[in-house]
């Protein structure tokens, strides 16, 4: 019996050092490989890991993994160096020079101890939002075709890519934008992007995470969003003159100019360390709303940097908020004065049998929709869609799965015209359409569907969660 | 001659079922599309405000109305009839109607349905933006 004592002593004193040397080691020196961290005992290895750190002091070695390959690097992300982005991609660097003299205590150009922020958003998102988004460079027809040429040379007989004439390539849409000539004016077209450096990346997650902190803007939520419309560039330039880190449009200015004067106390008044640091770079934040330019000719506005990305962030928080509450108030309407035989989406959903269905995760659905379609139709269109399923709703009960926004429709369903050849082509052979194919048959929108693709990619990426909220437009 | 009493009564309910069915079918988008252009009309004509915002509040019903009393229409129909009515929802009742704010309701419809994309076109909130400019004007 003593015997047995000792051992058992002996046994758990070598457990404890074993642990406390090779625990503690893997703990500390913990590379980050493992992306998907949401076992209960991978938590309780995190929170051990932030306790031994928190002890000895010493700021934690940032996580870099990722299931991911740019170029040679597979499953590690590291910031571009301007000499591996050629000239054409080194546009901003003199730009960053001169936010440096606008913020001489470098609060945003600076680098920060980044694992103080890194539960709201690692900065590793915005490195891999970054480098992901589109292409480094767009390619005329004559490179696409040099590209198939050289690609043949290595690539197995099996995988050889068909070599057409220079006319039946088509040139690359030029994505990004320089604002050299007027920091106001019309934005210059431009393919390539800008060498993701530490710099830039630093100033873009800093402007992000003090934007998010100062405004309560959930950073986690933006980052899908953001990753689909201009994947954190400050001079991302859309098709329809959609511009900057926020990719605002006229209309969508007008909406934050409208909203401005009462946010800015929010700004202005607020003792938080973030809105100080926001307010101490000129040009971030207008003395009112009418130097909030809205115009198409004035794009550069919401792009030029400085003080871009911080002063197109600012205007986002604003946006966030108001198509917030507006949409979220065009989706809890429940009355018109006017005409009674109005139902509003709650009544639709009692109706629909959908009581013990998660309505802030359909609100918040509807509101991703609102940042592209404007916060009242998106609730219309909702409505309507309830109505619709009403009427076969004995047969077809709805499910969660008419919730799904895994969803994305095919080539031919996509060249097919909206209504009902849309229809026809989704194939459902009588069977109720869910919200997404309802809204892409009749409304052209994959907005939701594409902002949760998003957020899959980034989960896929760099783990569930890292960069995107848990259950993120799903019920 | 009972016979042929017999297949006359017969024509005669079948044509009168008929045209009853026929009265009974109503073309609600079209009627909905008319009832708007009458609106559009009355409201130029109409000077003095108070009279135009009684005018668009019996329209507003009599939209609703038509919607409510028939079936329900094809997809796309329906659609553009609550893009017209939910772009109008956002102006006020009656009592709270004042000329004077008139700038205000009409940004307010604005900034709630107008899209944020600029290739978003939605003739019927077009429509509805028109008549709020005829109110106001």
Same mark, same amino acid.
């Given at each position: 019996?003593?015997?047995?004592?000792?051992?058992?002593?002996?046994?758990?004193?070598?457990?404890?050092?074993?642990?406390?040397?090779?625990?503690?080691?893997?703990?500390?020196?913990?590379?980050?490989?493992?992306?998907?961290?949401?076992?209960?005992?991978?938590?309780? *290895?995190?929170?051990?890991?932030?306790?031994?750190?928190?002890?000895?002091?010493?700021?934690?070695? /940032?996580?870099?993994?990722? @299931?991911?390959?740019?170029?040679?690097?597979?499953?590690?992300?590291?910031?571009?160096? +301007?000499?591996?982005?050629?000239?054409?991609?080194?546009?901003?660097?003199?730009?960053?020079?001169?936010?440096?003299?606008?913020?001489?205590?470098?609060?945003?150009?600076?680098?920060?101890?980044?694992?103080?922020?890194?539960?709201?958003?690692?900065?590793?998102?915005? *490195?891999?939002?970054?480098?992901?988004?589109?292409?480094?460079?767009?390619?005329?027809?004559?490179?696409?075709?040099?590209?198939?040429?050289?690609?043949?040379?290595?690539?197995?007989?099996?995988?050889?890519?068909?070599?057409?004439?220079?006319?039946?390539?088509?040139?690359?849409?030029?994505?990004?934008?320089?604002?050299?000539?007027?920091?106001?004016?019309? +934005?210059?077209?431009?393919?390539?992007?800008?060498?993701?450096?530490?710099?830039?990346?630093? *100033?873009?997650?800093?402007?992000?995470?003090?934007?998010?902190?100062?405004?309560?803007?959930?950073?986690?939520?933006?980052?899908?969003?953001?990753?689909?419309? @201009?994947?954190?560039?400050?001079?991302?330039?859309?098709?329809?003159?959609?511009?900057?880190?926020?990719?605002?449009?006229?209309?969508?200015?007008?909406?934050?100019?409208?909203?401005?004067?009462?946010?800015?106390?929010?700004?202005?008044?607020?003792?938080?360390?973030?809105?100080?640091?926001?307010? @101490?770079?000129?040009?971030?934040?207008?003395?009112?709303?009418?130097?909030?330019?809205?115009?198409?000719?004035?794009?550069?506005?919401?792009?030029?940097? +400085? $003080?871009?990305?911080?002063?197109?962030?600012?205007?986002?928080?604003?946006?966030?908020?108001?198509?917030?509450?507006?949409?979220?108030?065009?989706?809890?309407?429940?009355?018109?004065?006017?005409?009674?035989?109005?139902?509003?989406? /709650?009544?639709?959903?009692?109706?629909?049998?959908?009581?013990?269905?998660?309505?802030?995760?359909?609100? /918040?659905?509807?509101?991703?929709?609102?940042?592209?379609?404007? $916060?009242?139709?998106?609730?219309?269109?909702?409505?309507?869609?309830?109505?619709?399923?009403?009427?076969?709703?004995?047969?077809?009960?709805?499910?969660?799965?008419?919730?799904?926004?895994?969803?994305?429709?095919?080539?031919?369903?996509?060249?097919?015209?909206?209504?009902?050849?849309?229809?026809?082509?989704?194939?459902?052979?009588?069977?109720?359409?869910?919200?997404?194919?309802?809204?892409?048959?009749?409304?052209?929108?994959?907005?939701?569907?594409?902002?949760?693709?998003?957020?899959?990619?980034?989960?896929?990426?760099?783990?569930?969660?890292?960069?995107?909220?848990?259950?993120?437009?799903?019920? | 001659?009972?016979?042929?009493?017999?297949?006359?009564?017969?024509?005669?309910?079948?044509? !009168?079922?008929?045209?009853?069915?026929?009265?009974?079918?109503?073309?609600?988008?079209?009627?909905?599309?008319?009832?708007?252009?009458?609106?559009?009309?009355?409201?130029?004509?109409?000077?003095?405000?108070?009279?135009?915002?009684?005018?668009?509040?019996?329209?507003?019903? %009599?939209?609703?109305? !038509?919607?409510?009393?028939?079936?329900?229409?094809?997809? %796309?129909?329906?659609?553009?009839?609550? !893009?017209?009515?939910?772009? !109008?929802?956002?102006?006020? %009742?009656?009592?709270?109607?004042?000329?004077?704010?008139?700038?205000?309701?009409?940004?307010?419809?604005?900034?709630?349905?107008?899209?944020?994309?600029?290739?978003?076109?939605?003739?019927?909130? %077009?429509?509805?933006?028109?008549?709020?400019?005829?109110?106001?004007?």
């Amino acid at each position: 019996m003593k015997q047995s004592k000792a051992s058992f002593w002996v046994y758990t004193f070598c457990c404890f050092a074993a642990f406390a040397v090779f625990g503690g080691y893997s703990l500390y020196y913990q590379t980050g490989n493992s992306d998907y961290a949401s076992t209960a005992e991978e938590q309780v *290895l995190k929170k051990l890991q932030t306790v031994n750190q928190s002890l000895s002091g010493m700021t934690p070695k /940032e996580d870099m993994s990722c @299931s991911c390959q740019f170029g040679d690097q597979t499953n590690v992300l590291s910031f571009e160096k +301007p000499s591996d982005c050629g000239p054409d991609r080194n546009y901003l660097q003199d730009k960053f020079q001169a936010f440096k003299k606008i913020d001489p205590k470098g609060y945003f150009v600076g680098g920060r101890d980044y694992s103080k922020t890194a539960d709201v958003l690692p900065r590793k998102c915005a *490195l891999y939002i970054m480098k992901r988004f589109w292409k480094d460079r767009a390619l005329s027809p004559e490179e696409k075709r040099e590209a198939d040429i050289e690609w043949n040379r290595t690539a197995p007989p099996s995988d050889q890519r068909e070599v057409k004439e220079v006319k039946d390539y088509r040139q690359d849409p030029r994505l990004f934008s320089k604002c050299d000539s007027d920091p106001d004016g019309v +934005p210059e077209r431009y393919g390539h992007k800008a060498c993701v450096t530490e710099d830039y990346v630093n *100033l873009v997650y800093n402007s992000l995470i003090d934007v998010s902190d100062c405004l309560d803007v959930p950073a986690k939520f933006i980052a899908p969003k953001l990753s689909n419309e @201009s994947g954190l560039h400050v001079n991302a330039f859309g098709l329809v003159n959609d511009g900057g880190i926020g990719q605002f449009t006229d209309q969508a200015l007008a909406d934050v100019a409208q909203n401005y004067d009462n946010f800015k106390g929010r700004i202005t008044g607020s003792s938080k360390e973030s809105c100080q640091r926001l307010r @101490s770079i000129p040009g971030v934040m207008p003395k009112n709303s009418k130097e909030i330019l809205s115009s198409d000719s004035n794009r550069c506005h919401a792009i030029s940097t +400085p $003080p871009n990305p911080l002063r197109s962030l600012v205007y986002y928080g604003i946006f966030y908020h108001s198509t917030k509450r507006n949409s979220n108030g065009a989706f809890s309407r429940s009355t018109d004065s006017k005409d009674p035989n109005f139902r509003g989406a /709650e009544a639709l959903m009692k109706e629909a049998g959908l009581e013990g269905y998660d309505i802030e995760k359909i609100k /918040e659905m509807i509101f991703v929709m609102a940042y592209n379609s404007g $916060p009242g139709r998106p609730a219309v269109f909702f409505r309507e869609w309830l109505k619709y399923r009403l009427e076969t709703i004995k047969k077809y009960p709805i499910t969660k799965a008419d919730f799904d926004m895994n969803y994305w429709p095919t080539g031919p369903q996509f060249k097919a015209k909206p209504g009902e050849a849309r229809v026809q082509a989704l194939g459902k052979k009588g069977k109720p359409l869910t919200l997404a194919e309802y809204l892409f048959a009749y409304k052209d929108s994959v907005y939701i569907a594409a902002v949760k693709a998003q957020a899959r990619v980034l989960d896929k990426g760099l783990g569930a969660g890292t960069c995107t909220e848990s259950k993120f437009l799903e019920l | 001659m009972h016979r042929i009493q017999i297949f006359r009564a017969l024509i005669l309910i079948f044509l !009168l079922g008929g045209s009853v069915a026929g009265a009974a079918k109503v073309d609600v988008y079209s009627e909905f599309q008319k009832k708007i252009a009458k609106l559009e009309t009355d409201l130029k004509k109409e000077k003095d405000i108070t009279k135009k915002y009684d005018s668009f509040l019996k329209s507003y019903r %009599e939209l609703s109305d !038509l919607r409510a009393k028939n079936p329900r229409q094809a997809e %796309e129909k329906e659609l553009n009839m609550s !893009l017209f009515m939910d772009s !109008l929802a956002f102006l006020p %009742e009656k009592k709270e109607f004042q000329a004077k704010k008139c700038r205000d309701y009409k940004k307010e419809v604005t900034a709630m349905m107008q899209s944020y994309s600029k290739d978003q076109k939605e003739p019927f909130v %077009e429509r509805a933006f028109k008549v709020v400019d005829l109110i106001c004007k």
